[in-house]
């Protein structure tokens, strides 16, 4: 897979942007606040996904415009392709010229993986970053999952409403058991895919930080279940929410919230045995971080037969010299695009080009 152009008309501060890309690697290079991190942002949105940044669509409009589009032009399932992209007052999408039903549709056909300083944060940080991920994940392999994950959210948010009701209104207490169920099922639904993906992930993750650690430390994944143990089938799983809805009804009650559920669960890394949360350096957590993105790239390779394009927001500064020829020696397959605000690091590299940004456009061009 190869982005071939990207262009940006009112995209952040990019008023008007063309990039013809190099098939290997991009170094998108230039002072603070130029614009760097909105190019790699732009090109992610083809992904169909949210942004990486946890921007709302509106606040990828240039300030003062109503309006936004971009277009890529890439090459992936063995043929030239294009796609484009519009904000106004929703955001709309179509792929070779046909207008799809939903942007989200476009990670059928493009599929990219963003490694930039908050996923540095996904070692140690909250479980919400760590099941961030794994949704974002899965929603850009799989719609299906997409689609679960909203009928989830919505029925926890009508389960919620109906707690806060209860306290004022005790003949509603018996309607818990029809939302319980309703919640157990969606919510099975979530955990067992989650669970399939944990498993093909850490299958790629070990190798990868063994390699990392010269073979010092072992890397290992698991799920934690804020039900407990669920086993691991679809109906073993929503039978285990089922009780656990029902155990906890008087404490959810009382909190006005569920307090069990697939929103309430966690991505455990382990490093050695230890949890990396608790006990991993800054260099292992480093070490980590990058080890589930490339996981996360070998398994859109392995579902897809695409190797993604991969991006790099401002990461490498972030690692020590070991660690980023280890990176970029992982990546060499990959058509990669890399921000940074000084780029002799990077001239090392073998192949590509390297793009100075000013005032959201691109300045000059020269070959690596």
């Not at 689609?147 to 919505?154: D, E, G, I, K, S």
Request: glycine content about 8%; aromatic content about 6%; hydrophobic content about 40%.
């Amino acid at each position: 897979m190869r982005v071939q152009s990207l262009e940006a008309e009112n995209f952040r501060n990019l008023k008007e942007l063309f990039l013809e890309a190099d098939d290997q690697v991009n170094v998108i290079c230039g002072s603070n606040a130029q614009g760097k991190t909105n190019l790699i942002e732009c090109i992610w949105m083809f992904t169909g996904a949210r942004s990486f940044r946890g921007a709302r669509d509106q606040e990828l409009i240039r300030l003062g415009e109503k309006k936004m589009c971009a277009q890529l032009g890439f090459y992936a399932q063995d043929r030239e392709q294009n796609a484009t992209l519009s904000i106004a007052e929703k955001k709309t999408a179509a792929l070779n010229g046909v207008t799809l039903r939903s942007p989200s549709e476009l990670s059928e056909s493009f599929s990219a993986v963003i490694f930039s300083p908050v996923h540095l944060d996904l070692i140690k940080g909250a479980p919400v970053l760590r099941r961030r991920f794994l949704d974002a994940a899965l929603c850009g392999l799989k719609p299906g999952y997409s689609a679960a994950l909203v009928r989830y959210n919505r029925a926890l948010r009508q389960r919620a409403a109906l707690l806060k009701d209860i306290p004022y209104h005790s003949e509603l207490y018996d309607m818990l058991d029809i939302w319980n169920d309703r919640l157990a099922s969606l919510g099975a639904a979530v955990i067992h895919t989650r669970l399939s993906y944990i498993r093909g992930l850490c299958e790629i993750c070990s190798p990868v930080y063994l390699d990392i650690s010269s073979g010092r430390e072992q890397m290992e994944l698991s799920y934690v279940c804020s039900a407990g143990a669920v086993g691991q089938s679809r109906e073993e799983i929503r039978s285990a929410l089922l009780r656990a809805l029902q155990d906890t009804r008087r404490e959810d009650v009382a909190l006005g919230s569920t307090s069990i559920g697939p929103h309430r669960d966690d991505l455990e890394i382990r490093i050695s045995g230890m949890p990396a949360r608790t006990y991993a350096s800054q260099g292992q957590q480093r070490s980590a971080s990058f080890a589930l993105k490339l996981g996360e790239a070998g398994i859109i390779r392995r579902i897809t037969g695409e190797q993604p394009v991969m991006l790099l927001d401002d990461v490498l500064s972030e690692l020590d010299d070991t660690r980023q020829r280890y990176v970029l020696n992982r990546i060499e397959e990959s058509q990669v695009f890399i921000t940074c605000c000084d780029p002799s690091g990077l001239m090392r590299l073998s192949g590509g080009s390297s793009f100075r940004m000013e005032g959201g456009k691109i300045t000059d061009r020269q070959k690596i």
